[in-house]
């Protein structure tokens, strides 16, 4: 399977633990975006990496939350300190970006639900 | 502000009819436009996009309409079939430092067959 993966695809975990998710996209793509999807909708943005340079970090994503991209390929995204309303489903994306904007195609991988009891 | 709507949020037809789903957005600067489709329980996949240079572009039996002045695009669906329904998502590139997107609340469509 030459698409995103994401590991892995379900998570259980109690309030206050970390969890840790990662994201390997395709293997061309030089860009690689996360987003958390809940229930009825869209995927938000969370941040997204230009080779290993994250450029980007939603306004809504507290400390907690982090993410790596340490050799430009797969990526982590880890959650401290969870909470219940870290619940939901977090989707990897990625793109070959030509140029500068987000002007490509997003390929997602199938995500990691969270569930935070 | 960092913006983007989409109308309806539920739209029920009948199979064979037409379909439409508007989409606005906020940030003049934006110059990519795409759509994506969501299956119940799957990830969402892009079926089509328009860039900024263009007014509309048509894949079969799907076409995107672009209003850069009114800052709004749509979907239309022709001769809807039952594997039409899902979740549909619009998107619009922001143009802050660097690029993001941001994606519409969703239309979910049901083809009543």
């Known amino acids: 399977d030459t698409g995103v993966s994401q590991d892995p695809r379900h998570k259980i975990t109690k309030r206050g633990q970390n969890v840790t998710f990662r994201c390997d996209p395709i293997?061309?793509?030089?860009?690689l975006y996360w987003y958390r999807q809940t229930l009825g909708q869209g995927p938000e943005f969370l941040t997204y990496?230009?080779?290993?340079?994250?450029?980007?970090k939603s306004r809504l994503l507290s400390d907690r939350f982090s993410a790596e991209r340490p050799k430009g390929s797969f990526s982590t995204l880890e959650i401290q300190r969870t909470e219940q309303g870290d619940s939901a489903m977090y989707l990897c994306?990625?793109?070959?970006?030509?140029?500068?904007?987000?002007?490509?195609?997003?390929?997602f991988g199938p995500g990691t639900r969270l569930t935070v009891l | 502000g960092e913006n983007v709507e989409q109308h309806p949020s539920t739209l029920s037809v009948q199979e064979g009819d037409s379909a439409v789903i508007k989409c606005t957005y906020s940030?003049?600067?934006?110059?990519?436009f795409p759509w994506y489709k969501q299956e119940l329980g799957k990830r969402p996949q892009l079926i089509i996009d328009?860039?900024?240079?263009?007014g509309e572009k048509k894949d079969q039996r799907i076409a995107v309409t672009l209003n850069k002045t009114a800052k709004h695009f749509s979907l239309h669906i022709t001769e809807t079939q039952p594997e039409d329904s899902a979740v549909y998502f619009c998107?619009?590139?922001?143009?802050?430092?660097?690029?993001?997107?941001?994606f519409g609340p969703g239309t979910s469509l049901s083809v009543i067959p």
């Open positions: 990496f230009q080779n290993e340079a994250q450029l980007e």
């Open positions: 328009i860039r900024s240079n263009v």
């Open positions: 998107a619009a590139p922001l143009k802050t430092s660097y690029d993001k997107v941001i």
């Open positions: 940030d003049s600067a934006s110059n990519y």
């Open positions: 994306a990625s793109s070959l970006a030509l140029g500068t904007g987000s002007r490509d195609e997003q390929f």
């Open positions: 293997s061309e793509h030089n860009r």
